[in-house]
């Protein structure tokens, strides 16, 4: 279970990753975002007798989750995972270009040697800044699973003490407190991070990506009986009016994005 948990982290941090430039530019913004997301959860508080299951409870989880253990499995994943990515990527120069001139370079038409003479124009350290970019991530993702770390050994302690009963709770606690527990608890999240999890993904893509193509036929099957959602065109002059006033998007941009929208809903 708390694998899991572990591996969605490192999505959240993935995510992070990606958000971090939007969320350089609205700080504020994007913080209350974040807190109105959380606000969604309630958490019941616990029972009295969940309180006294906390200390063993908390014990347990000294011995699944010591200090140091989230920032070594981001660091394994980083390594196995995310970093070969990210070295993919740094090695690709469309992709730099691509960064470089805040458009998409494929759309350019060029071939790899104009790629590569365009780079030299606008960022000739385009290898280099890719590398100190992946660098700074890896730090970033260990510090940030350093702050974690702390409030996850808290979250797990109260789960355990709201899931487990007395018994429970002691029988995990005598494994753990074995050298085979205490080898599960390291390797555990070795595995979870492990590259050949990846490998396996990729050699099966049907699995997933397969599974992806099937998206329009079902999103068509779900909604054959409402009626369709309406495009640009389908409005009214007033309605276009009164659209336009609301979002404070031009009638050119709500007509291209209602029909990509439309494209992407029809599978077309």
């Known amino acids: ?13 993935s995510l992070a990753i990606i958000q971090a430039p939007a969320m350089a530019q609205d700080n504020d913004a994007e913080m209350e975002a974040f807190a109105d997301l959380g ?15 906390l200390p063993r409870a908390r014990a347990i989880m000294e011995k699944v989750l010591p200090e140091g253990t989230l920032a070594d499995v981001m660091g394994d994943s980083f390594d196995g995972i995310l970093g070969p990515m990210m070295e993919m990527t740094n090695n690709d120069p469309s992709a730099a270009l691509t960064l470089a001139l805040g458009t998409d370079a494929s759309s350019l038409d060029l071939d790899e040697e104009a790629t590569r003479e ?4 606008v960022d000739p350290a385009w290898r280099e800044r890719g590398e100190a970019i992946q660098g700074a991530t890896q730090a970033m993702v260990t510090n940030m ?3 974690m770390e702390p409030m ?5 302690t109260e789960l355990y003490a709201i899931y487990f009963g007395d018994t429970q709770l002691a029988d995990i606690e005598t494994f753990f407190s074995t050298p085979s527990g205490t080898a599960y608890a390291r390797q555990s999240y070795a595995m979870a991070s492990d590259p050949r999890i990846m490998a396996a993904m990729f050699a099966e893509p049907e699995i997933l990506f397969g599974t992806m193509t099937e998206i329009p036929v079902l999103i068509e099957e779900a909604g054959k009986n409402l009626p369709s959602a309406r495009n640009y065109a389908d409005l009214s002059g007033q309605e276009k009016a009164h ?3 609301l979002t404070g998007l031009s009638g050119e941009e709500l007509e291209t994005n209602m029909g990509i929208v439309a ?6």
């Open 1 to 13: 279970m708390f694998n899991k948990i572990v591996l969605a982290l490192g999505g959240a941090v």
């Open 39 to 53: 606000a969604m959860f309630e958490v019941e508080p616990l029972t009295p007798e969940q309180e006294a299951r």
């Open 263 to 268: 494209q992407h809903v029809s599978g077309k």
């Open 145 to 147: 699973m350093t702050r």
């Open 152 to 156: 996850m050994r808290n979250v797990m």
């Open 243 to 245: 659209l336009i006033e």
């Open 118 to 121: 365009a780079l030299t124009i």
